[in-house]
């Protein structure tokens, strides 16, 4: 069964609009973590944003935020204000410590288009 | 402060050449990973170390594949010898064991083994 599901191959949204991308998660750690990361034309990887399973709080860093619902298994990204520079594609990944110690197990990613 | 640094960001090597890709972490982490990445299978974890000693290498896809990490400061991926279907971009990521252990990725490796 595939641990981390990102439904949306890809999604387009208009600039200056809010943008949410899914991920849902299967694990039967109560303690894990999860993290979305960002993958430009470039190439590159880049860490947006972590939850705990823990924490209370849903998670934001600037106009990053995550949406968590833990009886959903859930862990959506929120993109407020799209800017041309978010088009990328998006990885969802978790960390189940005792399951998968230090892995992650990575989703297949979603690919972000945002129009002018 | 300096990110995760890898070497050479591209490759194009023949069929059955030695390739050795080369990773310097973030210093003071102590957990490093090498990944592949791919157009049909995604990004797959080959081998990861703590504190330079290898933990898991069960996703190394076979006796070809061979990694080091002599030193805190220095890892190497070799491929001998290479061949058409190792072509992909080859990560190298390092974390800090303490908090959220979040995994920083270097630039990448593009190689193309011809």
């Known amino acids: 069964a595939q641990k981390i599901t990102q439904t949306q191959p890809g999604m387009f949204v208009q600039e200056k609009e809010a943008v949410t991308l899914d991920c849902t998660y299967d694990t039967s750690d109560q303690s894990y973590g999860l993290f979305w990361y960002k993958q430009p034309s470039s190439g590159e990887m880049i860490f947006l944003i972590y939850q705990g399973s823990y924490d209370e709080q849903n998670a934001t860093e600037g106009r990053y935020s995550l949406n968590f619902q833990k009886a959903r298994k859930s862990a959506n990204l929120v993109i407020s204000a799209s800017q041309l520079g978010d088009s990328a594609m998006y990885f969802c990944a978790m960390r189940d410590f005792q399951t998968s110690g230090s892995r992650l197990t990575f989703g297949e990613g979603t690919q972000l288009t945002v129009n002018p | 402060d300096a990110g995760v640094i890898q070497s050479p960001r591209h490759e194009v090597t023949e069929m059955g050449q030695e390739v050795t890709l080369r990773c310097k972490p973030i210093?003071?982490?102590?957990?490093l990973f090498w990944y592949r990445q791919t157009m049909m299978r995604g990004l797959e974890l080959l081998i990861y170390?703590?504190?330079?000693?290898?933990?898991?290498d069960s996703g190394m896809p076979e006796d070809r594949f061979s990694a080091k990490m002599p030193n805190a400061s220095f890892s190497t991926l070799k491929i001998q010898p290479s061949e058409p279907r190792d072509s992909a971009v080859y990560f190298c990521?390092?974390?800090?064991?303490?908090?959220?252990?979040?995994?920083?990725f270097g630039p990448g490796t593009r190689l193309l083994v011809l």
């Open positions: 170390f703590n504190n330079n000693v290898p933990i898991d």
């Open positions: 210093s003071g982490h102590d957990y």
């Open positions: 990521a390092s974390s800090y064991y303490r908090g959220k252990r979040t995994q920083y």
